[in-house]
Each structure stands twice: as structure tokens, then as C-alpha cells.
């Protein structure tokens, strides 16, 4: 429906007329508009990848149950939410600077989960021996159980939360015009589809859990460091 409406109502010719043909052309010439499209698609690889090697490891600590599964998913989200807010007074002065500043702390900050996941073990043995089995303790242990998933996930979802609020705001910004947003959030999509797939199906078999997250990392530090070059 939505395809059908865009067809038949194309953008307003006001929208277009904010910017000068010069501040466009003077923007790709500084950031072309298909290596934000590339950030945009490489950094929900990313952040799938994470996602998934995250829930695998966490299911060790946890447990497989759906209870823990819920948790993790939860973690991941508010995350990204709370990075989408916290961007959100500080996007009209975003730059493809910050943009590859955000990526490089995306990708370190996920590698450095590893340590924390290890060392999650260690302290989820010392909660289940420290709360009793009641109802008080299990709700305890579930506060507990969520914040090891808060210490895994938030720093880096943090991050990727940023990401698509800075993206659009540059391509507005150049006057590439509403439909920025569609393309960008559509590759963003497409993204998380093959970073799932690519995870759970091919890469996680043959790399491990560890390399996997690794991987994951080195894909975001790889397009801060493309932004930093553009």
C-alpha cells in the first residue's frame, strides 16, 4: 500500500527546494551518499551477529528457557532505544565523524563483552548459591539474571542505536530528500536479514561463538574506519 501511495504521490517539491543544488553536490563530494547506505547495511550485519552470538553464549549462563531467552531480547532492544534517545538532541550536529567515531566504539565495546561473558559464570554460580528458593529469591535472581545481560549487551547496542538517527539526519541534511529514510532503513533490513542468516548458519558453525563475536567486531571497527577515509 505504502509503494502504491508513493507512486502515485510523489515528495512534496518543497522538500527539495530547502537545499541548493551546490550544498548537495558540495555534500557528496564530502560523503557519498552510498557509503552511508554501505554503513547502514554493514552495521546491522554487525549487530545481528552480535545478537546472535550473544543469546548463544548468555544460554550457557542462563539457560536455554524461553524466560532467558525473553530477557536477552529485552537487554538488546532498550539499548538500542536508549541509544536512539540519547542521540536524539545531539543529531542535528552529528557528522560523519561521529558517525565513524560511534562505529569504531560499536565494535570495540563488543569485543570487550568477551571478558564480561566469562566472568559471568563466576558471579551467576555466586547468585544462585546467595538467593534462597522463594518467590522473593527467584524474582532476585531474575533481576540479577537480566543485569548480566545489561553488562553483555548494552554498551554496544548503545551504540548501534546512534547509528540510523545520525545516518538519516546527514542524507536529510545533503537534501537527498524523505526517501533517504525509506532506503536507508530498507538496506538496514536487508542487513539483519543476512547478518541472522550468514550468523546462525554458516559463520557460527565454522568460527565458534568467540571469532564470531570477533568478526562482528572487526565488520563496525572496518566501517569507522571506511568513514574516517570517505
Not at 35 to 42: K, P
Not at 73 to 101: K, N, Y
Request: net charge positive.
Amino acid at each position: 500500500v505504502v509503494f502504491v501511495a508513493a507512486r502515485r504521490w510523489p515528495e512534496p517539491a518543497v522538500q527539495a527546494a530547502q537545499f541548493t543544488v551546490t550544498d548537495a553536490a558540495a555534500f557528496r563530494g564530502v560523503v557519498p551518499t552510498r557509503a552511508l547506505l554501505v554503513v547502514a547495511f554493514g552495521t546491522a550485519v554487525a549487530s545481528f551477529i552480535y545478537e546472535i552470538a550473544w543469546v548463544r553464549m548468555l544460554s550457557l549462563v542462563l539457560g536455554s528457557a524461553t524466560h532467558s531467552f525473553e530477557l536477552m531480547l529485552s537487554a538488546f532492544i532498550l539499548g538500542l532505544s536508549l541509544g536512539a534517545f540519547w542521540i536524539r538532541r545531539r543529531v542535528d550536529g552529528g557528522s560523519v565523524r561521529l558517525l565513524a567515531i560511534v562505529q569504531l566504539a560499536m565494535g570495540a565495546l563488543a569485543i570487550a563483552t568477551l571478558p564480561v561473558y566469562l566472568a559471568s559464570f563466576e558471579w551467576m554460580a555466586g547468585a544462585m548459591s546467595t538467593f534462597g528458593h522463594t518467590d522473593q529469591g527467584y524474582q532476585a535472581l531474575s533481576v540479577f539474571r537480566y543485569g548480566l545481560c545489561l553488562a553483555v549487551m548494552l554498551p554496544a547496542t548503545f551504540c548501534a542505536g546512534m547509528t540510523l538517527p545520525v545516518i538519516t539526519r546527514l542524507l536529510l541534511s545533503a537534501g537527498a530528500g524523505e526517501k533517504s529514510v525509506g532506503r536507508v532503513y530498507g538496506v538496514n533490513t536487508l542487513g539483519s536479514i543476512l547478518g541472522v542468516t550468514l550468523a546462525s548458519l554458516v559463520l557460527m558453525p565454522v568460527l565458534g561463538i568467540k571469532w564470531l563475536l570477533v568478526l562482528g567486531g572487526c565488520v563496525d571497527l572496518a566501517l569507522g574506519v571506511l568513514l574516517l577515509f570517505v
